[in-house]
């Protein structure tokens, strides 16, 4: 990997092309942000139909709700030390297959306790990259940006808040409008 040049003045002395390819790395260690926000507010539109599907008590559906964050506990825990042995990279892009197979599962719930399995997978995911995104763009960027660019990952995880809402709300407003719901969706037919 290519360091940037800090003058003693503090100002960024490496070339542009190098600066622009760190921001460039920096921006997509930010995306476990956006997705770290999406996933952790996503849940809150599903709640009426994932409690209907499966006839779940409050308490089935406070476990729907919360198994993703008993991974992300998990995951936060083992992430660091995971990541001083294998490095940081491959520990992220983990994280990344880990959101992956998650999205894939819980779209394909074939029981509760199957679903509830699916969503402590990307639990998992969120935690090592709510550890590691942000510990990798500090380790890269340049010193002059740095403390923007960490500041940077915060607001992704915002913006995933804000994504998961308004995709909620455009999803919700289909199927009230529509009849057969999400049914509509030519690749949902067989």
């Keep these: 990997m290519s360091q940037s040049v800090v003058s003693p003045g503090g100002q960024d002395q490496s070339p542009p092309g190098i600066q622009g390819y760190l921001l460039l790395i920096c921006f997509v260690a930010s995306l476990g942000g956006v997705l770290f926000g999406y996933d952790t507010a996503v849940i809150s539109g599903t709640f009426t139909l994932v409690e209907s599907f499966f006839d779940l008590s409050k308490i089935e559906v406070g476990w729907f709700a919360s198994s993703a964050l008993v991974g992300a506990i998990l995951g936060a825990a083992m992430a660091g030390g995971w990541s001083d042995k294998s490095g940081r990279k491959p520990v992220l892009l983990v994280s990344a297959f880990l959101f992956f197979l998650s999205a894939l599962l819980c779209a394909l719930p074939i029981s509760f306790t199957f679903l509830i399995g699916a969503r402590f997978i990307g639990g998992i995911g969120v935690g090592i990259a709510s550890v590691l995104s942000p510990l990798y763009i500090s380790e890269i960027a340049p010193p002059n ?20 809402y308004f995709f909620n709300s455009v999803l919700l407003n289909y199927s009230s409008t529509h009849p057969d719901g999400l049914n509509n969706f030519t690749f949902l037919h067989d």
């Design 145 to 164: 940006i740095r403390g923007r660019l960490v500041a940077f990952y915060q607001l992704s995880i915002v913006i995933g808040i804000l994504l998961a």
